[in-house]
């Protein structure tokens, strides 16, 4: 059987989306699972050559790359304008039998079997946050795609109410994570993780991307509470700089609240060892198809607090501290209340640790294969 997998695309400068980096870990387990099938890495635009080194790319003997000189616009006009299907033309003569489109923001073919893959609705559920054109893509491919694979059951809870399609079209396949990165940091590697970056003793941390269905208002508001438990606690946002983090620093400015630190982007390694140095993770989000950064603190031992909204309840079950709705005087009691027993932050600890284990790349990776051999034939 040839999958076609038509992943996202790094910047020309090595710069990746958080989609990319599963697109990578996924492909890697898929190379380390499945020696039969064959994998044609897939995207296409004007300058084919620059497309291939920008894919996930396992370099596994039965992964290949076609990336078709073929303008993006001009595809997708002939496919919505005139029911053309050059990308399904184009990969049959490949032999492939089965395109997996893994991010929403590209639109199904019109004719070819396709599954695509669907992070969240937040562009349904929260428009005013969202591209439209997004929007439109996300409609074409629940209507096109012969089945739709999401990451979280919310996720595909959503889907099946927001477009309606019958819940035996929708296969809810939870993320893996990486566990020799997301891993306790050793303590002989944490003092100088700490003076390389900058971190305080002791802080609460928050992981972006910076965008408003975050909600970090919350924490800035609960922070002054929280120094008057541990006076030199400080307050760690780490992610890129963005209108939604300049509004964030004007709040901390204009209260005067010291000791608020924001650290740009990290490396996965980096960001686990700020977690493992973290006396929380405080994630108050409004909305997540799947909740990485709980996932990933648990991983590491940081115990997490979390609004129990969209996705984050199955990620995090009873390991993390979860505040009912968007109630945010209870969320900041539970984050008082780990920084004031220390029994009970080694628990939800350890029972982080626990918990994450339980979500693999390779178990990700053998639930997509249970899908392409059901869909492709193979």
């Known amino acids: 059987m040839v999958i076609a997998y038509q992943g996202c695309l790094r910047s020309a400068s090595g710069v990746h989306s958080s989609v990319w980096s599963m697109d990578s870990a996924l492909l890697n387990a898929l190379a380390r699972i499945d020696t039969q099938n064959r994998y044609l890495l897939f995207n296409y635009g004007a ?13 596994a003997p039965n992964f290949s790359v076609f990336t078709p000189r073929l303008p993006q616009r001009i595809v ?5 304008r005139l ?15 089965l395109l997996h489109i893994s991010e929403q923001i590209y639109p199904a073919p019109t004719r070819f079997p396709s599954i695509v893959t669907f992070h969240d609705l937040m562009p349904e559920l929260y428009p005013q946050w969202s591209d439209p054109d ?11 795609a012969m089945h739709l694979i999401t990451v979280s059951e919310c996720t595909k809870r959503d ?17 893996g994570l990486d566990h020799g990165i997301f891993r306790p940091l050793p303590e002989q590697d944490r003092f100088g993780l700490a003076q390389r970056l900058g971190l305080p003793s002791r802080f609460i941390v928050c992981v972006g991307p910076f965008t408003p269905r975050k909600n970090f208002e919350v924490v800035l508001q609960a922070y002054p509470r929280w120094r008057e438990i541990v006076p030199d606690l400080a307050l760690v946002f780490v992610g890129d700089p963005t209108p939604y983090r300049a509004r964030l620093e004007s709040i901390v400015s204009e ?8 650290v740009g982007k990290v490396s996965d390694e980096e960001l686990a060892g700020i977690y493992s140095l973290a006396q929380a993770l405080v994630h108050p989000t409004r909305y997540e198809g799947f909740g990485r950064p709980v996932l990933e603190a648990m991983a590491c031992g940081c115990p997490a607090v979390a609004f129990a909204t969209s996705s984050v309840p199955e990620v995090a079950a009873d390991a993390a501290l979860l505040a ?3 109630d945010a ?14 029994a009970l932050r080694q628990k939800k600890s350890a029972s982080g640790i626990a918990r994450a284990k339980r979500f693999t790349w390779e178990q990700t990776a053998r639930r997509h294969l249970e899908v392409y051999r059901r869909f492709g034939g193979g």
């Not at 300058?47 to 370099?59: E, G």
């Not at 929708?170 to 993320?175: E, K, N």
């Open 47 to 59: 300058k084919s050559s620059d497309i291939a080194d920008r894919l996930a790319n396992p370099h």
């Open 76 to 80: 997708h006009w002939a496919e919505d």
């Open 83 to 97: 029911g053309w299907d050059p990308r399904g033309w184009l990969l049959r003569r490949r032999g492939a039998c």
């Open 134 to 144: 997004i929007r439109r893509i996300m409609r074409i491919n629940a209507r096109r």
């Open 159 to 175: 889907l099946i109410r927001v477009y309606g399609v019958p819940e035996e079209k929708v296969t809810a396949i939870p993320l």
């Open 255 to 262: 209260r005067g609240l010291a000791r608020v630190l924001f």
């Open 324 to 326: 009912a709705g968007d």
């Open 329 to 342: 005087q209870e969320l900041a009691a539970l984050v008082a209340s780990l920084l004031k027993d220390p």
